[in-house]
């Protein structure tokens, strides 16, 4: 499953994380692509390959935690902006619909076409 897979949780965890931060601050969440690709040099410099358990339950954990705070939310706090990128205020819904979907689709797509290593099973299973 390797490190891409645990990106995609950890990118979970911060997509709801600005969810969070709006519904419990107000606050809108800047985001950065200069802050964005040094977190993401961080974690692939100072993590290992994770487990395969580890990365399924980063993922289910982190899957769920996303489901749950989107099903607590109001039809406003789910409109109310959570994310400036690119000038544009964004909504929950759109970090749901499309930065996080988004963000699962093309990794996934990059995971699925990585050759498999001998002894290792398909990269296509799903946790």
Do not use: C
Request: aromatic fraction near 4%.
């Amino acid at each position: 499953m390797g490190l891409v897979a645990y990106h995609i949780g950890r990118g979970l965890e911060r997509q709801a994380g600005w969810i969070a931060e709006q519904l419990d601050h107000g606050g809108v969440h800047e985001f950065s692509w200069d802050a964005t690709n040094a977190l993401n040099a961080e974690i692939a410099r100072d993590h290992e390959l994770p487990p395969k358990d580890e990365v399924r339950r980063l993922l289910s954990e982190r899957g769920d935690g996303l489901l749950a705070l989107v099903r607590s939310m109001s039809d406003e706090q789910l409109d109310a902006p959570v994310l400036l990128a690119g000038g544009k205020q964004r909504s929950a819904k759109f970090v749901i619909a499309v930065v996080a979907l988004r963000h699962i689709r093309e990794h996934h797509a990059s995971i699925r076409a990585a050759p498999v290593r001998q002894g290792s099973e398909p990269t296509s299973s799903g946790p």
